[in-house]
């Protein structure tokens, strides 16, 4: 019973980030910004959604599979938006400025 509350909890504070990282795409002036949003969030809704599937799995080869899906995850997603950003500010891509910032 336990296990399925806290299941649960890890599987919908998981759905809520990634909700608020589509927020975040869509609300955010340029593409660094956005990149930082969808970026920080999207590796911890994985890890909360897998880290709830893992709970609902027991101990079996599943989660196990699991679990090496999230090593895999926490290396590759932070590396992914730092090698985005890079290959956008090498081509060329300045960050958005404000008015506020562009009259100083």
């Known amino acids: ?3 399925d509350i806290l299941s649960g909890l890890l ?3 998981g759905g809520l980030l990634g909700v608020i990282g589509g927020i ?3 609300r955010f002036p ?3 910004s ?3 949003a969808v970026g920080t969030t999207d590796t911890l809704c994985a890890i ?3 880290l709830g599937l893992i709970l609902q799995t027991g101990l079996t080869l599943d989660a196990f599979k ?3 899906i999230l090593f895999f995850l926490f290396f590759t997603s932070p590396v992914a938006s730092h090698a985005l950003a890079n290959a ?3 081509g060329g891509l300045k960050p958005w400025l404000s008015n506020a910032e562009i009259k100083k």
């Open 1 to 3: 019973m336990i296990i």
């Open 34 to 36: 956005r990149l930082h």
């Open 11 to 13: 599987l919908a504070c």
């Open 88 to 90: 956008a500010m090498h």
């Open 48 to 50: 909360l959604i897998i």
């Open 30 to 32: 340029d593409f660094y």
């Open 66 to 68: 699991l679990l090496l």
């Open 24 to 26: 975040g795409i869509h």
